[in-house]
């Protein structure tokens, strides 16, 4: 017996539950962790994800959300509701394709070189307009993964804030898939440690606004350990079967 696919309605009541869930659990997350749930930034990943589900959630009150491919987030951008709604690229960035979303996103958070941030730079300062980065650190030193090993970080932080048209605003980590919650703690606590000494020295063009970290299967326990921004895919839209 082939599976029935999901009317249109069902689709979105299924979207619009699954918003109310996640919020509700990031407002709770937040005060177990001594803050309030406007503290806690949800970043939706819309990664496969078609625009008018997207938009419909945006109406729901989602502010921001964040795609993982240059490619798809060309195709999609034109229909984007970017009148309500926050863009930011998420995931790994070839230098070559730089030019092809700045000025299209307010941030970029997988930031791991030097090289990449120097070329977000030029191509900023060619098209007039900053762009917001955040630091991506390879927290679990994973070799098929991208980031910034942890002991490389404060100089490629110093680097980056020279840098014109840019401006260093946090971190951001996809840490190991672990066996239990308390290692995979371990890495959020990490993170946190790394993010509040930068955040305790002072320096130019630098601003530790944003710690990104956490997703659909963990967000509950980044901001336990200190995240004020989760990226959360599949438990808002589902296990991407809409396209």
Same mark, same amino acid.
């Given at each position: 017996?082939?599976?029935?696919?999901?009317?249109?309605?069902?689709?979105?009541?299924?979207?619009?539950?699954?918003?109310?869930?996640?919020?509700? $659990? +990031?407002? @709770?997350?937040?005060?177990? /962790? =001594?803050?309030?749930? !406007?503290?806690?930034?949800? %970043?939706?990943?819309?990664?496969?994800?078609?625009?008018?589900?997207?938009?419909?959630?945006?109406?729901?009150?989602?502010?921001?959300?964040?795609?993982?491919?240059?490619?798809?987030?060309?195709?999609?951008?034109?229909?984007?509701?970017?009148?309500?709604?926050?863009?930011?690229?998420?995931?790994?960035?070839?230098?070559?394709?730089?030019?092809?979303?700045?000025?299209?996103?307010?941030?970029?958070?997988?930031?791991?070189?030097?090289?990449?941030?120097?070329?977000?730079?030029?191509?900023?300062?060619?098209?007039?307009?900053?762009?917001?980065?955040?630091?991506?650190? $390879? +927290?679990? @030193?994973?070799?098929?993964? /991208? =980031?910034?090993?942890? !002991?490389?970080?404060?100089? %490629?932080?110093?680097?980056?804030?020279?840098?014109?048209?840019?401006?260093?605003?946090?971190?951001?980590?996809?840490?190991?898939?672990?066996?239990?919650?308390?290692?995979?703690?371990?890495?959020?606590?990490?993170?946190?440690?790394?993010?509040?000494?930068?955040?305790?020295?002072?320096?130019?063009?630098?601003?530790?606004?944003?710690?990104?970290?956490?997703?659909?299967?963990?967000?509950?326990?980044?901001?336990?350990?200190?995240?004020?921004?989760?990226?959360?895919?599949?438990?808002?839209?589902?296990?991407?079967?809409?396209?």
């Amino acid at each position: 017996m082939t599976e029935r696919s999901l009317t249109e309605t069902e689709i979105l009541d299924s979207v619009r539950r699954n918003y109310e869930e996640v919020t509700e $659990n +990031i407002a @709770r997350a937040a005060e177990a /962790s =001594g803050r309030k749930k !406007e503290d806690v930034t949800l %970043l939706a990943a819309t990664k496969t994800v078609e625009p008018r589900i997207i938009n419909y959630a945006i109406s729901l009150g989602l502010g921001h959300i964040g795609e993982n491919r240059v490619q798809e987030l060309l195709s999609k951008y034109d229909e984007y509701d970017l009148e309500h709604c926050d863009l930011q690229f998420i995931g790994h960035l070839q230098t070559n394709k730089v030019r092809q979303i700045v000025g299209r996103v307010s941030m970029i958070q997988s930031v791991d070189s030097l090289k990449l941030a120097k070329e977000i730079s030029r191509v900023s300062k060619l098209g007039a307009v900053n762009t917001d980065i955040l630091l991506e650190v $390879n +927290i679990g @030193r994973e070799e098929n993964k /991208s =980031g910034v090993m942890e !002991e490389e970080l404060e100089e %490629l932080l110093c680097s980056a804030a020279q840098l014109e048209n840019i401006r260093v605003r946090g971190l951001m980590a996809v840490p190991p898939i672990c066996g239990t919650k308390a290692e995979l703690g371990k890495y959020f606590d990490k993170m946190y440690k790394l993010f509040i000494d930068i955040s305790c020295k002072t320096l130019d063009n630098v601003s530790m606004d944003f710690l990104s970290m956490g997703m659909s299967d963990d967000y509950k326990e980044a901001i336990l350990s200190g995240a004020n921004m989760v990226r959360v895919g599949s438990k808002l839209f589902g296990a991407r079967i809409y396209r």
